[in-house]
């Protein structure tokens, strides 16, 4: 069975630093694209990065040059480098197992909350 | 990068159909065959129900279908049951490998 297990959430002051990690099993986790997406409270989705296999990386505009996604094939698990934090990004954060062009599988969602 | 347009919410009893839109531009749902819509119950997290603009995955319901027309793609449940209240979203490649999400729709079902 696919899982995906996000942690890292939590509470952190305007400007901080948090790290995301997501442990994958279940499917060979290298050969596939991931992707972070994010939830407000009480709001829609928004795509947040993605990396290829080969370990390309796409960021939304809100958060280029703030966030740094990254992998580590041999541990299985996707990771988040989130700086710079803002009340903005205040989310729950969804790791997601692309397959083409589909958001397929996807975490139970760890929350940030940047607050003073 | 603006998120899509979808209305707040929609609403049908038992039996009947509703459709949800989802409109983008020429630079994300006019430009590509690779819209997705995921519902999501309160609490959890989504799950895909339509891929690229008309595919279902294994497992969804026959009674749920995707259309694209130029910018505007579409999500239609037909034969609603209580089941499928939920909020729903699309998805559209938006270019350079970058993703946009509609707002939402809540659906009641009466």
């Known amino acids: 069975e696919v899982q995906l297990l996000e942690s890292g959430g939590e509470l952190v002051q305007p400007g901080g630093s948090l790290r995301l990690s997501c442990a994958a099993s279940?499917?060979?986790?290298?050969?596939?694209?991931m992707r972070w997406v994010r939830q407000a409270p009480g709001g829609g989705l928004q795509w947040v990065s993605t990396?290829?296999?080969?370990?390309?990386?796409y960021y939304a505009d809100s958060v280029k040059g703030r966030f740094t996604i990254s992998r580590d094939n041999s541990k299985n698990t996707l990771s988040l480098e989130m700086n710079s934090l803002r009340a903005e990004d205040t989310a729950i954060y969804y790791c997601?197992?692309?397959?083409?062009?589909?958001?397929?599988?996807w975490g139970q969602g760890t929350m940030v909350t940047v607050s003073s | 990068q603006s998120a899509l347009t979808q209305p707040r919410s929609v609403s049908g009893s038992p039996g009947q159909s509703v459709t949800i839109s989802c409109t983008g531009t020429?630079?994300?749902?006019?430009?590509?065959?690779?819209v997705s819509w995921y519902q999501q119950y309160p609490g959890k997290a989504p799950k895909v129900m339509i891929y690229?603009?008309?595919k279902r995955p294994s497992g969804v319901p026959a009674r749920f279908s995707g259309s694209k027309s130029g910018n505007t793609a579409s999500l239609t449940i037909s034969g609603l049951q209580a089941e499928d209240e939920a909020d729903y979203y699309c998805?559209?490649?938006?270019?350079?490998?970058?993703?946009?999400f509609g707002g939402g729709t809540k659906l009641t079902v009466l």
């Open positions: 997601v197992k692309a397959l083409a062009y589909v958001f397929d599988i």
């Open positions: 279940g499917f060979t986790f290298s050969s596939y694209v």
């Open positions: 990396i290829g296999t080969g370990g390309d990386r």
């Open positions: 020429t630079g994300d749902v006019g430009a590509y065959n690779y």
């Open positions: 690229d603009v008309t």
């Open positions: 998805c559209s490649l938006a270019g350079s490998s970058t993703w946009l």
